[in-house]
């Protein structure tokens, strides 16, 4: 995971429960796609007392949202957007490097992040919620295991205990890490991908839908099938 200080603003719960902080007085979704909204959905389950908060959404296509029935408009590009006190954003974006890219622009002008945990996941007390991480619903974060900053844990993925993710990871929907394992910075797991417990995974790896890698694999690895044939990641 990436050293070194957050300036997320809103830090995590330390608790299985999201916390909602007073500060924040709107709150802006940071993606307009299908994950989008979701989180809107997700966002007023976390908390049923600040939806009226929800204001809408940042993205760079003004007519995201058209032939869908979100009652909330985009409000600006987040790339353009400049953020004013007691705004606090969800990073909604399912792709490692775009995640990364449009947070840390908007950390450097002065954006604050929430963490979002959906109250039927299930996170251990022991576990570690980074800042600006989104964990959606029935989501598992075993006893001791970590995850890092902007992190996202879709519907049904799971750590198992003492497994660590990096920062901006991304877990697709039943992805799983087994007991001990590991997987760097900007990794993303497909649909039901998952990497057995010890191994470890190296940053900015992609493992694929439905494979196991049952072996470690270094930075900027492909891992896909059963078990998990290894090669080097192509762009």
Same mark, same amino acid.
């Given at each position: 995971?990436?050293?070194?200080?957050? @300036?997320?603003?809103?830090?995590?719960?330390? !608790?299985?429960?999201?916390?909602?902080?007073?500060?924040?007085?709107?709150?802006?979704?940071?993606?307009?796609?299908?994950?989008?909204?979701?989180?809107?959905?997700?966002?007023?389950?976390?908390?049923?007392?600040?939806?009226?908060?929800?204001?809408?959404?940042?993205?760079?296509?003004?007519?995201?949202?058209?032939?869908?029935?979100?009652?909330?408009?985009?409000?600006?590009?987040?790339?353009?957007?400049?953020?004013?006190?007691?705004?606090?954003?969800?990073?909604?974006?399912?792709?490692?490097?775009?995640?990364?890219?449009?947070?840390?622009?908007?950390?450097?002008?002065?954006?604050?992040?929430? !963490?979002?945990?959906?109250? !039927?996941?299930?996170?251990?007390?022991?576990?570690?919620?980074?800042?600006?991480?989104?964990?959606?619903?029935?989501?598992?974060?075993?006893?001791?295991?970590?995850?890092?900053?902007?992190?996202?844990?879709?519907?049904?993925?799971?750590?198992?205990?003492?497994?660590?993710?990096?920062?901006?990871?991304?877990?697709?929907?039943?992805?799983?890490?087994?007991?001990?394992?590991?997987?760097?910075?900007?990794?993303?797991?497909?649909?039901?991908?998952?990497?057995?417990?010890?191994?470890?995974?190296?940053?900015?790896?992609?493992?694929?839908?439905?494979?196991?890698?049952?072996?470690?694999?270094?930075?900027?690895?492909?891992?896909?099938?059963?078990?998990?044939?290894?090669?080097?990641?192509? @762009?």
């Amino acid at each position: 995971m990436s050293p070194g200080p957050s @300036r997320t603003g809103f830090s995590p719960s330390p !608790t299985p429960a999201s916390t909602f902080p007073a500060s924040a007085t709107r709150i802006l979704i940071v993606g307009a796609g299908g994950f989008g909204r979701e989180v809107f959905l997700w966002a007023r389950d976390a908390w049923p007392e600040q939806a009226a908060k929800v204001a809408g959404f940042l993205s760079a296509d003004a007519g995201r949202l058209n032939g869908h029935s979100a009652s909330l408009p985009v409000i600006a590009d987040p790339a353009a957007f400049e953020p004013e006190p007691g705004d606090a954003l969800l990073l909604a974006i399912g792709i490692p490097e775009t995640r990364r890219r449009v947070a840390e622009d908007l950390l450097a002008r002065g954006a604050e992040f929430l !963490t979002l945990i959906h109250p !039927t996941a299930i996170v251990a007390p022991t576990a570690s919620i980074g800042p600006g991480s989104i964990v959606c619903p029935y989501a598992i974060v075993s006893d001791a295991a970590r995850l890092g900053r902007f992190t996202l844990l879709n519907y049904h993925s799971s750590l198992g205990h003492d497994a660590t993710a990096g920062d901006y990871a991304v877990f697709s929907p039943y992805a799983t890490l087994g007991g001990g394992a590991h997987v760097g910075d900007d990794v993303f797991l497909g649909l039901h991908a998952s990497v057995g417990p010890g191994k470890r995974i190296g940053a900015c790896s992609k493992v694929s839908a439905n494979s196991a890698a049952l072996a470690d694999a270094p930075a900027e690895s492909l891992v896909h099938g059963v078990p998990g044939h290894i090669s080097p990641l192509i @762009r």
